[in-house]
Each structure stands twice: as C-alpha cells, then as structure tokens.
C-alpha cells in the first residue's frame, strides 16, 4: 500500500501528463487506468492512463505524435518516462474496456480482501524477474489477477 504522499505525488504527475494530452488534443477524455485506477500498484509501477474520444482515425498516429511506441502490443502504446518525476508512463488510445474492468477488480478485491497482497506479492516477484511485461513475453497485471481470482474462487 502506499503512503498518503506518493499517492498524491503519483497524482499530480498524472494532471500535469493530462494537461499536456488536453493541450495536443483539446476535445480528449484522458483517464487512469489498470492498476493505477484500482491502487493495485507498487510504488515502481507505471502509470497506465487511456486516452478516450481523442478524434484520432488511426491510434498510431497519435502514439507517434508522443514517443516510443510498443507496435507489437494488442493495444497499441506508448512509453514514456516524466522528466520530472522520472515516472513511466504507458499511455493507449481510445480502448474503452479499461473502465469496466477496473470496476470488475474493485469489486473482486471487496470480495476477496486476500487479493490485493497476493497481487502485490506476486508483482514484486515478477518484477524483480523481469517477467512482468506483456510485450516483452511476461504476465501483465490483468492476466496476474485472473489468475488469482481463478484460485480464490476454489478455495
């Protein structure tokens, strides 16, 4: 769990991100998503935020108009590391899925309250190994907790 001051050190980042995503492209709805929507994050973690109605035909368009794309993705993104914060950043483009299956997890973790350390446990593992980028042949964070939900739903 984090502390009072990185969560609100996460979140100024994620509005100055937002401010320059409104600035490129004014009519778009950019939101947090996966992990950093749910707070089933470490304090390593990336922030994954969705950028929603942003207008773009082609999401490639977009993602090159920011930075390194990961062209190989399902969902195409972008990495990209703050300058300032040295926070890295993935950012999608008009996936709409995000939102519901964020709410899909808060409410597995209010079912399960063994979730969330199981998770973040297993995070560390992977990520020490790692084995927590999906691109790169590893277990993504959604896929982690499936996975978990799949065991506590027999126990």
């Known amino acids: ?3 009072p001051f990185e969560i609100a050190a996460r979140d100024a980042v994620v509005h100055s991100v937002f401010d320059v995503t409104k600035y490129i492209w004014p009519a778009c709805r950019p939101e947090v998503s996966r992990s950093s929507r749910t707070r089933l994050y470490l304090t390593t973690s990336d922030i994954d935020v969705m950028i929603l109605e942003s207008g773009i ?7 090159y108009a920011l930075s390194r794309v990961i062209a190989k993705a399902r969902v195409p993104i972008i990495k990209f ?9 993935d950012i999608s483009f008009d996936v ?3 939102p519901k299956a964020a709410e899909f997890i808060k409410e597995a973790v209010l079912k399960w309250p063994q979730l969330r350390p199981l998770c973040l ?8 190994r790692d084995l927590n ?7 993504g ?3 982690l ?3 978990i939900i799949s065991m506590l739903q027999k126990v």
């Open 96 to 98: 709409d899925n995000g």
């Open 141 to 143: 964070s959604y896929a």
């Open 1 to 3: 769990m984090s502390y």
């Open 121 to 128: 446990i297993l995070k560390v593992f992977l990520q020490q």
């Open 57 to 63: 035909k082609n999401p490639q368009t977009g993602l």
């Open 81 to 89: 590391v703050e300058k300032k914060s040295g926070v890295t950043f």
């Open 133 to 139: 980028e999906v691109y790169s042949s590893g277990i």
């Open 145 to 147: 907790l499936a996975m």
